[in-house]
């Protein structure tokens, strides 16, 4: 039995200042003054205590890459950010295409004894964009959604046919949507810091195009879709105008797009070097937008580890991606609370509330009955990113050297405090 006390309980509803008495791993009682000798006492005096939050995409790497990451360091990473549960995508080697590599990573996840672990399914076998993969046996093994992330479903009609199948077993299907032959070899967004940088680029139709065919077809099919990694402001336009008239779509972007700007690419840092590029400002204002007004329903991290030696090479050649679970929280924080673009509610709304209802998790709430998985964050923590210290086992973090406010110190997973 565990009792906070002095905490200021955020939902996406509201916030509370309460104790909150944890007991066999659930919220028993939200109340002042609770009085319960037998529990350990955890003073929460000016922190926050957040629902834990879900990330709705990130590689751990396993299987086949463990140089990079792997389930039991992601999972510890996941904590120091204050994740309690994490979802994997399946672009690892072998692909995650089939319930035996679904049912490895749930072992390992439950082995790891760190944030929960939650395995994405891919769309098609060997993420080859042709036979679809069996996602009812795949979802019964564990897999709480399917996709091809890393590569898009190029043809439209096999998308068409995994939407209508995800729909029948009741899976969420999340689309990385990319226009491959608009993309091709491009490394940074088109525009002006590509041309001064001399670098190749990537437009942003890329993105805003697929993300309406996929939007069209989601219509099609009457079946959810939910776009990964949005990041221009045609792709937010696109899909506020499709909530609108009723499409069934949700979409997460990235803190690298809210955030930051290409910019970044101008000293050739390789770990700016994500995809989809990241964006000029009116890109970064038109997220922001979209954050503030519902249209982007999650903050994911889209973390992406690359060991030192891969990333320490020319821009050309180095691999896509930035790590992001340690940090997600603190720049969320800093740049969309402390500028006053969204309020704390929103933030949990954001990284835990809708995560756990789009992927039909227990979580997302704290309330008397609901599962104790929590966040303690200290709001007045201010530090710089320190890549070198993450629990992470890649350091390849575009955030490296920022200063940030918001520290993760205490998270509970099941009512049980995990350390970090």
């Known amino acids: ?75 510890r990473a996941a904590l120091r950010g204050g994740y309690t549960a994490v979802c994997c995508m399946p672009n690892t080697v072998p692909p995650v295409d089939n319930p035996a590599i679904v049912t490895y990573i749930c072992d390992k996840a439950r082995a790891a004894d ?43 009609a096999v998308m068409l046919n995994a939407l209508k199948y995800a729909k029948t077993f009741g899976i969420p299907l999340i689309s990385h949507s990319e226009d491959k032959t608009i993309s091709a070899d491009g490394v940074v967004n088109e525009g002006e810091n590509a041309t001064v940088a001399g670098l190749k680029a990537i437009p942003k139709a890329a993105e805003s195009a697929a993300v309406a065919r996929d939007v069209l077809l989601a219509e099609e099919a009457d079946a959810r879709i939910h776009i990964a990694h949005v990041s221009t402001a045609r792709s937010v336009e696109i899909i506020r105008g499709a909530k609108a008239i009723g499409v069934k779509v949700t979409c997460e972007t990235c803190p690298h797009y809210f955030a930051a700007t290409d910019d970044e690419i101008l000293s050739y840092n390789t770990n700016a070097k994500i995809n989809p590029p990241l964006r000029d400002e009116s890109d970064v204002a038109a997220v922001i937008a979209g954050i503030a007004d519902g249209t982007i329903d999650v903050i994911a991290t889209d973390h992406a580890p690359h060991a030192r030696d891969e990333k320490n090479v020319e ?50 709430i704290i309330a008397v009955g609901a599962r104790a998985d929590l966040a303690v964050i200290d709001p007045d923590d201010e530090y710089t990113v320190d890549a070198n210290s993450f629990a992470s086992k890649s350091k390849n973090c575009v955030f490296d050297g920022w200063r940030l406010k918001g520290r993760v110190v205490r998270v509970f997973v099941g009512g049980e405090e995990k350390s970090f």
């Open 315 to 364: 821009f050309d050649y180095a691999p896509f991606g930035s790590v992001g679970l340690e940090t997600a929280f603190a720049v969320a924080y800093t740049h969309l609370v402390l500028t006053d673009t969204i309020k704390l509610t929103d933030l949990c709304r954001l990284m835990s509330t809708r995560p756990a209802e789009i992927l039909g998790l227990d979580g997302g």
């Open 1 to 75: 039995m565990i009792l906070l006390k002095n905490a200021t309980a955020v939902n996406a509803d509201g916030m509370t200042e309460t104790d909150i008495l944890v007991n066999n791993g659930v919220i028993e009682r939200l109340e002042k003054n609770i009085d319960a000798p037998e529990a350990e006492v955890v003073d929460c005096e000016g922190k926050l205590v957040f629902p834990g939050f879900i990330d709705m995409h990130c590689h751990l790497r396993d299987p086949g890459q463990t140089h990079k990451e792997d389930i039991a360091t992601g999972a």
């Open 114 to 156: 760190a944030a929960a672990v939650y395995p994405i399914g891919a769309i098609t076998r060997g993420q080859a964009g042709k036979e679809l993969c069996e996602f009812g046996k795949m979802k019964a093994a564990g897999a709480i959604a399917v996709s091809d992330d890393g590569k898009p479903v190029e043809k439209g």
